[in-house]
């Protein structure tokens, strides 16, 4: 099960988050309390592990400026989390390796998700970003092809729910393991892997499909 820890905003955090056995990091660059500079974000993910996925969350941003910015923080890829269209994002997977799409469940980009050419989707609720959980049956609408990376309200003590019931490749938290806006709390990301990583030991990509790493595409 891949697990990503987001809205990462010290050094402290994400060496602890990486300690606690995340495989991922999100920075968010995109309007909000726990926005970010790439100088920051750089002077972070040169001391973290090669072998952690690093990405910066944008909305709404020019495909350029998401490169540019990428590179500047010394990430590996980026989450769109805004109305970005099919070309957009395609413009973005042609400098990244790494190109995350995040939807809303129940939308018309959710059913048609494969149409933004990524290798994972984001599946939020219907208001992405407010830490809400939303109505778990809707992840069946998602349209078959990419992997799923679930988020929306995610907590240690409902995350392995979410999984039985979703069954997602990796799910992606938060609000749900901090301790104050844009601080993580040790106890919560631990327990939160820990959850996840007992509900779902391998990564569900198909039902007769090997886990999936991401790190061995590199």
């Known amino acids: ?19 606690l056995g995340a495989d991922a990091l999100g920075f968010v660059f995109a309007p909000s309390p ?10 972070i993910t040169r001391r973290l592990p090669p072998e952690v ?12 400026r998401v490169v540019g910015i990428v590179h500047e ?7 769109l989390h805004g109305h970005e269209s099919p070309s957009d994002v395609a413009m973005v997977s042609r400098s990244l390796r790494w190109v995350i799409k995040a939807v809303a469940a129940g939308t018309v980009d959710a059913r048609n998700a494969n149409d ?5 989707v984001l599946l ?11 109505d778990w049956s ?16 995610l907590t240690p003590e409902n995350v392995a729910d979410a999984i039985g019931q979703v069954r997602p490749w ?7 393991v901090e301790s104050e806006l844009g601080k993580k709390d040790p106890r919560k990301m631990r327990l939160f892997i820990a959850a996840a990583r007992a509900a779902a030991p391998i990564a569900y990509v198909g039902p007769d499909e090997m886990p999936y790493d991401w790190r061995d595409d590199e």
């Open 138 to 153: 809707l992840a069946g609408e998602v349209a078959l092809g990419p992997r799923i990376l679930l988020a929306g309200g």
């Open 53 to 64: 996925l690093t990405v910066g969350v944008f909305r709404d941003e020019y495909p350029q």
């Open 170 to 176: 990796g799910v992606d938290v938060s609000t749900g």
């Open 124 to 134: 939020d609720a219907p208001h992405p970003g407010a830490g809400k959980v939303f």
């Open 34 to 43: 726990r926005q970010v500079t790439a100088s920051a974000v750089y002077d």
């Open 73 to 79: 923080a010394g990430l590996k890829g980026a989450q």
């Open 116 to 120: 933004f050419g990524t290798d994972i």
């Open 1 to 19: 099960m891949f697990v990503k820890i987001c809205g990462i905003t010290t050094e402290d955090d994400a060496l602890l988050a990486v300690a």
